[in-house]
């Protein structure tokens, strides 16, 4: 029920106005001087003030100052008399919501409050939604322990205050849009728009246009002018994912911008300057398509300020056990079962050790997604898991030459399956290294010095299984 402060320093006035009010199905609250106002402020949740301009000790405007201190989106609603017209006119241009003048009709009075009411709903939703996504998109919820990502949260908090562009590299899947996002809502551009293109999700006339706006009548169906996402990021973030898609031509203009901080609509000869944050991402390795000639290397420089590399779920196995609990916590809401999901049997968590993970981060969210609609009970067996997921970890675990490159040396090849072979024995004993080494045939110091030569991440918290 939303509640509103009468302050008046009339004896009866507030109580004739809180019986129409509270009619009208208003809480209300009553206070007889400004300072008394201020007082239950600070005690009390209120959604609108309805106070009278002329007070003793406080008067109207004063009190719309002090409140306007302390909540600056709390509308504030003034009564006054014929002769005090010029003083409302003041409040109005402090921050008031309206005035009304006495005596008033009370049916006017309500549709006045009804719409500051309807007003400050919308103000308090984008409050609440703007802390949600901050929330979701702080340190926090990127999700990980081991050192890569203690490494990736860092920066993150170093380049977040700053303005640098940043190069956001990693396979698909791995989160490049979610630490764009985490850069974003950590900036001073937090509460700017944050806008994302998919450069590979356009053809090239297309994305130029979606980037830069065009013109009425630019081309066939420009019936009217159009803003591009350079434009309406202004003051905030510019996220350009699987930028390596970018064409020639389309290079060249992104490097201009870059330059000279302008660019055209197409269609149009005006130059538009824009104030905004670029945050470029790929799944390819620039450096490379440089190489093969199909990326600009001036415009890579530009892109590479700050160069942040996502690693690959298979190389962090570390923090598959905080992601999975993370996204159990997540799904648990769409669960039609009055049963609480607490944990992972060991046998789907051997399983996801197992696994190589070629979806990452985005796969393991999608296996659990659908085991959490699947699951009986309070934990997640094989039977919640998709049939053509188990089938995958099947064929993952038998190792494949004709996965490795064929100038690989033989030096390499054996280096590459002695890494394997390691692997799958930790994951099988749920990385306990003395039972690994022993299904290995080796010593468990040998062993030891076999995962730090091959830089094999062992997670902090074992099982005891065996």
Known sequence: MDTILIVDDEKNY????????????????TA????QALDI?????????????????MDGIELLERVKEQNTELPVMMMTAHGTVEKAVEAMQ??????????????????????????????????????????????????????VMRDIYETIRKVAPATATVLIEGA?????????????????RRNKPFVAVNCSALAESLLESELFGHEKGA????????????????GGTLFLDEIGELSASLQVKLLRVLQEKVFERVGGVRPISVNIRLIAATNKSLKQEIHEGRFREDLFYRLNVVHIVLPPLKSRLEDIRPLVAHFIQKYTDQRHSQVAVTHVDQQVERLF??????????ELENVIERAMVMCAGNGIELTDLPKDFRQNVSKDNSFQLEGLPAQTTLYKALAHVEKEMILRALRKTNFVQSHAANLLGIGKSGLNQKIKKHGIQIPSTPSSEH
């Open 219 to 234: 081309f066939t169906g420009a019936v009217a002018m159009k803003k591009g996402r350079f434009e309406i990021a202004d």
């Open 41 to 57: 402020l600070e005690h009390s949740d209120v959604d609108l003030v309805l106070t009278d301009m002329k007070m003793a000790e």
């Open 353 to 362: 050790y197992e696994y190589s993970w070629p979806g990452n981060v985005r």
């Open 94 to 147: 402090k921050g008031a919501y309206n005035y009304i003048l006495k005596p008033f009709d009370n049916e006017q009075l309500i549709i006045y409050i009804n719409k500051a009411m309807a007003m400050y709903r919308v103000v308090k939703e984008n409050m609440a939604l703007r802390s949600v996504v901050e929330s979701k998109y702080s340190f926090g919820n990127l999700i990980g322990k081991s050192k």
């Open 14 to 29: 507030p109580l004739i106005l809180s019986a129409v009010l509270q009619e009208e199905g208003y809480e209300t609250l």
């Open 32 to 35: 007889h001087s400004g300072i």
């Open 172 to 188: 698909s899947g791995t989160g490049k849009e979610l630490v764009a996002k985490s850069i974003h809502f950590n900036s001073q």
